[in-house]
């Protein structure tokens, strides 16, 4: 393996809850994890969760990740919205092109919206190398218990 990339097996899972602030009948977030470099360009999206058909219209409320992304959602990692709760996401360390990301500095981003309800992205440093890490990201209202782990 080259020495210069994403170490070969390794995995970053990405792990949060989301937690309503509201009570009454809730509609389920759209989510977005992904990955820029340090100048700020779309490396990979994660894990986007979004109603399909009629919802996509409502992608743009990830306004971070929908600037990012350009709204192409042809090759992201996709499914549906989900109800409050803890969730999980990998990252393999390639980019939107299926190659392995050079090691180096880049920034996780976390971002949910909610029809009608509150907007929140949080986001960290993280600097990919040869040692596996976890890092801590500011909770944001219905976002928290976030952290990255890399896995090597």
Known sequence: ADSATFPTGAEMVVDFTFASSSGGQVKNPYVAVWVE???GN???TISLWYQSGKGTKYLSDLRAWASASG???DSTTSGATRAAGTYSVA???TDADGNPVAQGDYVLFVE???EH???EIT???ITIGNDGFTVSLA???ELADLSATLTV
Do not use: C, K
Request: net charge negative; glycine share 16%; aromatic share 8%.
């Open 71 to 73: 709204g192409d959602i």
């Open 91 to 93: 990252w393999d360390g």
């Open 123 to 125: 986001s960290t440093p």
């Open 42 to 44: 779309l490396v990979q």
């Open 112 to 114: 949910a919206a909610r």
């Open 37 to 39: 470099d340090s100048a």
């Open 139 to 141: 909770d944001n209202g």
């Open 117 to 119: 309800g509150p907007y």
